[in-house]
């Protein structure tokens, strides 16, 4: 089982900090919660060569159908999201058109395509490349 996790104060925290703190503080957490912790950062390109002849790349797929857990009064509904093992550079894989009709702006920001690329214009309070960050 995959366990995605974000955490904010003021900041919004990047993956690669929380997951830092979760390496450092790893058996503890372990001992306290009952769980076993077999990976932290989440690599299906872990095997590659068992998989590809070449480079792997981990693809984030969300799916438009959501996760839902029902118990009693109780309800829990999250996003289906799996991550992908893909034999491709991702640096030099450019099959995926993006463009501002996929909407790859998120919380309201405003999507800007220029020749090469493209961009978000966020609004106040939110930041990040895709307006992802409080």
Not at 26 to 36: A, F, L, S
Not at 118 to 126: D, E, I, Q, R, T
Request: aromatic residues 6%; charged residues 20%.
């Amino acid at each position: 089982t995959d366990v995605r996790f974000s955490a904010h104060e003021k900041l919004y925290y990047k993956p690669v900090r929380l997951n830092g703190l979760v390496l450092m503080h790893r058996e503890e957490i372990e001992k306290d919660v009952g769980v076993n912790i077999t990976m932290v950062g989440i690599d299906e390109c872990l095997y590659e060569n068992q998989m590809c002849e070449g480079s792997c790349t981990n693809t984030l797929d969300i799916s438009a159908l959501p996760y839902m857990v029902n118990a009693n009064k109780t309800a829990l509904v999250g996003v289906r999201v799996d991550v992908l093992a893909e034999c491709t550079c991702g640096a030099r894989n450019f099959s995926k058109e993006e463009n501002c009709r996929n909407n790859p702006c998120y919380n309201g920001g405003r999507c800007i395509e220029t020749r090469y690329s493209l961009s978000c214009s966020c609004p106040v309070a939110y930041n990040g490349p895709r307006c992802q960050q409080t």
